[in-house]
């Protein structure tokens, strides 16, 4: 169970959760809206985390290197 650590705006503290196998990007981000419950609506992923302000968004995959979305 993979556990992933996912800052976006900026925030000191990560958004922390496992899932039962690898996730792709999207649904990191996917993890990110449900978080701050915001509706995915018609929206490219991109454009949703633009319009409400979450970039950067960075993660990492336990404990790895961090990686960057956006």
Known sequence: MPTY???YRNNEEPLEFATPGRISEAEIVEHVLE???IERGASNLQELVASHNLAPVRYTEDES???AIW
């Open 35 to 37: 978080h701050e419950r």
């Open 65 to 67: 290197e961090m990686n």
């Open 5 to 7: 650590r996912v800052w």
